[in-house]
C-alpha cells in the first residue's frame, strides 16, 4: 500500500473540531457597555456614590449592564458640558454639579440659593418637593434623572480666617454657580466663577485667594497645601445630578431598565446617609493636616451674608416664576410645621 493511511474516525473528526472551535468563537454573552463621566476624583463623595451605584446595576442585571466610570473629568467633559453630552449620547451617563447647569433651567440653581436649606435634613426635604421639577426637565431633553448627590455644607477655605465681612472685602474666591458669585459680590468680595478641574491650579498661580466650596472638595484637592483655614458658614447643601440618555435606557431589556431604576432609588437613599457622616471624617482629615476649623462662624457674620443673599434668593424667585414660589412655600411649610414654628 503506498501514501499515507488516516485512521478512519480522522475524517469525521475535522467537522466536529471546525464546529467546536466556532462555538467556542461566539462570545457566551454580551454585555450593554455604557460610559459614565464625573469630574470629581475617584475620592469624592460624589465618585464613591456612583461606584456603589454601579455595583448595584452589575448586581441586579447579573452582568448584563456594563458601566464604566471615568472620574476626575477624564472623558474630557465638565459638569457644564454634561448635560449636552448626555443628551447626544456621547456618554451615556453622568454626574453634574447642579449650578452648572443652572442656563439650562434656573430651576438647577434652587439646591445652591443660600442660606434656604443649611442642613442635609432641610435639603434632603427641598429635593423630594422639587424632584418632579428637575425631572421634566430632564425628560425634555431626551435624559432620565437618576439620582441626587448631595455636598456636605459649602464654607469658606482662605488663608488666615474668613470670619467676618471686612475679612471678605476684595478676596478674590472662587465661586461654583451664579447665586454664588452674586452673594459674593453683594458681600464685598471679589468672586471668580470656576469649574472644579480649574480651582487648584488657580490656588497655586494665585489667581484666587480662597474657594467657596465644602469641606469634603477642598479634602479632596489637598487644599491645606495652599490654604490654612475652613470657615463653616453654612452657605447651602449643593445638589450633583446623576443623569442618563433616554435612548440608552429605552434600548435596555425591560428587566434591565426596572434593575437601573432600583439601583438608582437605592443610590440616592445611600448617598443621603452617607453624607450625614462626611463632615466629622472631613473634618479629622483637615484636623491631621493642621487646617484651623471655625464652626460655627461668628452669628453677626453669618446673619449679614443671609443679608447679603435675600436679593439672590428674590431674583432665583422672580426668573423661575410659579414653579419657585410653589416649591418654596411647600418648603417653608413642612420646615414651619417640623420646627413647630
Known amino acids: 500500500m503506498t501514501g499515507t493511511s488516516r485512521p478512519p474516525f480522522a475524517v469525521a473528526a475535522f467537522p466536529l473540531l471546525a464546529l467546536g472551535l466556532a462555538a467556542a468563537a461566539l462570545p457566551a454573552h454580551s454585555a450593554t457597555r455604557m460610559d459614565f463621566s464625573n469630574e470629581?476624583?475617584?475620592?469624592?463623595?460624589?465618585?464613591?456614590?456612583?461606584?456603589?451605584?454601579?455595583?448595584?446595576?452589575?448586581?441586579?442585571?447579573?452582568?448584563?449592564?456594563?458601566?464604566?466610570?471615568?472620574?476626575?473629568?477624564?472623558?474630557?467633559?465638565r459638569s457644564g458640558d454634561h448635560f449636552y453630552a448626555v443628551a447626544d449620547n456621547a456618554v451615556q451617563i453622568a454626574d453634574s454639579l447642579s449650578g452648572t447647569l443652572g442656563g439650562i433651567d434656573p430651576i438647577f440653581l434652587l439646591s445652591s440659593l443660600p442660606f434656604v436649606a443649611d442642613d442635609v435634613e432641610s435639603a434632603h426635604r427641598l429635593y423630594e418637593i422639587a424632584r418632579p421639577e428637575y425631572e421634566e426637565v430632564f425628560e425634555d431633553n431626551d435624559q432620565i434623572l437618576l439620582y441626587?448627590?448631595?455636598?456636605?455644607?459649602?464654607?469658606?477655605?482662605?488663608?488666615?480666617?474668613?470670619t467676618s465681612m471686612a475679612a471678605l472685602e476684595d478676596l478674590k474666591i472662587r465661586s461654583y454657580d451664579r447665586n454664588g458669585t452674586a452673594t459674593l459680590v453683594n458681600a464685598g468680595a471679589?468672586?471668580?466663577?470656576?469649574?472644579?478641574?480649574?480651582?487648584?491650579?488657580?490656588?497655586?498661580?494665585?489667581?484666587?485667594?480662597?474657594?467657596?466650596?465644602?469641606?469634603?472638595?477642598?479634602?479632596?484637592?489637598?487644599?491645606?497645601?495652599?490654604?490654612?483655614?475652613?470657615?463653616?458658614?453654612?452657605?447651602?447643601?449643593?445638589?450633583n445630578m446623576v443623569h442618563m440618555n433616554r435612548d440608552a435606557f429605552e434600548e435596555l431589556s425591560e428587566a434591565d431598565?426596572?434593575?437601573?431604576?432600583?439601583?438608582?432609588?437605592?443610590?440616592?437613599?445611600?448617598?443621603?446617609?452617607?453624607?450625614?457622616?462626611r463632615v466629622a471624617q472631613n473634618y479629622a482629615e483637615l484636623e491631621e493636616h493642621d487646617v484651623s476649623i471655625h464652626d460655627p462662624v461668628p452669628a453677626e457674620f453669618h446673619d449679614s451674608l443671609a443679608q447679603a443673599a435675600?436679593?439672590?434668593v428674590d431674583d432665583w424667585r422672580?426668573?423661575?416664576?410659579?414653579?419657585?414660589?410653589?416649591?418654596?412655600?411647600?418648603?417653608?411649610?413642612?420646615?414651619?410645621?417640623?420646627?413647630?414654628?
Open 40 to 77: 470629581y476624583n475617584a475620592s469624592s463623595i460624589h465618585a464613591q456614590g456612583d461606584a456603589w451605584f454601579i455595583e448595584r446595576v452589575e448586581a441586579l442585571t447579573d452582568g448584563d449592564v456594563d458601566i464604566t466610570l471615568h472620574t476626575g473629568g477624564a472623558l474630557g467633559f
Open 190 to 239: 471679589s468672586p471668580v466663577k470656576l469649574s472644579w478641574a480649574d480651582v487648584v491650579p488657580q490656588l497655586a498661580t494665585g489667581g484666587i485667594e480662597a474657594v467657596l466650596t465644602s469641606a469634603e472638595a477642598g479634602a479632596n484637592g489637598s487644599f491645606w497645601e495652599h490654604l490654612s483655614d475652613f470657615n463653616a458658614i453654612q452657605y447651602a447643601v449643593p445638589l
Open 257 to 277: 431598565q426596572q434593575a437601573i431604576l432600583q439601583a438608582a432609588e437605592e443610590t440616592d437613599a445611600h448617598n443621603w446617609e452617607v453624607v450625614k457622616e
Open 148 to 162: 441626587a448627590s448631595p455636598w456636605p455644607a459649602s464654607g469658606i477655605w482662605s488663608e488666615g480666617p474668613v
Open 318 to 341: 422672580e426668573t423661575t416664576g410659579e414653579r419657585a414660589t410653589r416649591i418654596l412655600e411647600a418648603f417653608h411649610q413642612e420646615s414651619g410645621q417640623e420646627s413647630g414654628q
Open 310 to 312: 435675600q436679593p439672590v
